[in-house]
């Protein structure tokens, strides 16, 4: 995990002016921001990444294409064009993106990280190929590109499947929602 600095904001999502390194944000369970980024294509394609095996959290469960803290001093869409860049090496624009709405996020894990996240949430239309994406070392373990059917089934079994965090499954119907809206 990489240890930069992340802006504090209150439960309202009000910025406090103080920033704090991410791993003293999640130790004290500090309000922050997030952007998540789901890519979609215009054939009915969600891409999935699967997090890396290395990750603390919830390691080789698939979720979000690309996801990410939002840097101090850095806005929302900024951190989405950068996180997107980093984590899949595919460059898009703020005019790409389409916000979906702010989703919170409050969980304590068994090894003391406290995330009490923002997640800022668009989605944006996939123009190009898997091959054309490269997977971040360290973040991404593998990526896929599933139909809206496959995703609807995996989602209704998703407590059992091993295969979404679970405890998302709301979060995961809303943004099908919206991608629904889009085809």
């Given at each position: 995990m990489t240890d930069e600095f992340i802006d504090i904001i209150t439960k309202n999502q009000k910025p406090?002016?103080?920033?704090?390194?991410?791993?003293?944000?999640?130790?004290?369970?500090?309000?922050?921001?997030?952007?998540?980024?789901?890519?979609?294509?215009?054939?009915?394609?969600?891409?999935?990444?699967?997090?890396a095996a290395s990750k603390t959290i919830r390691p080789l469960l698939w979720d979000?294409?690309?996801?990410?803290?939002?840097?101090?001093?850095?806005?929302?869409?900024?951190?989405?064009?950068?996180?997107?860049?980093?984590?899949?090496?595919?460059?898009?624009?703020?005019t790409d993106l389409h916000k979906i709405g702010v989703f919170p996020c409050f969980q304590t894990y068994e090894n003391g990280l406290i995330d009490n996240e923002f997640h800022h949430t668009f989605i944006v239309e996939l123009k190009v190929s898997l091959k054309h994406l490269k997977p971040q070392l360290g973040e991404v373990e593998a990526l896929k590109l599933i139909t809206v059917s496959d995703f609807e089934k995996l989602l209704q079994f998703t407590e059992n499947n091993n295969h979404f965090v679970a405890s998302n499954k709301t979060y995961y119907q809303i943004v099908l929602e919206n991608i629904l809206q889009q085809l």
């Open positions: 406090t002016g103080n920033t704090a390194l991410k791993s003293v944000i999640h130790s004290k369970g500090y309000y922050h921001n997030t952007a998540h980024i789901w890519f979609y294509t215009t054939e009915g394609g969600i891409l999935l990444a699967q997090r979000v294409s690309v996801a990410g803290h939002v840097d101090a001093g850095e806005t929302i869409e900024q951190a989405a064009i950068r996180e997107t860049q980093e984590e899949i090496g595919l460059t898009i624009f703020e």
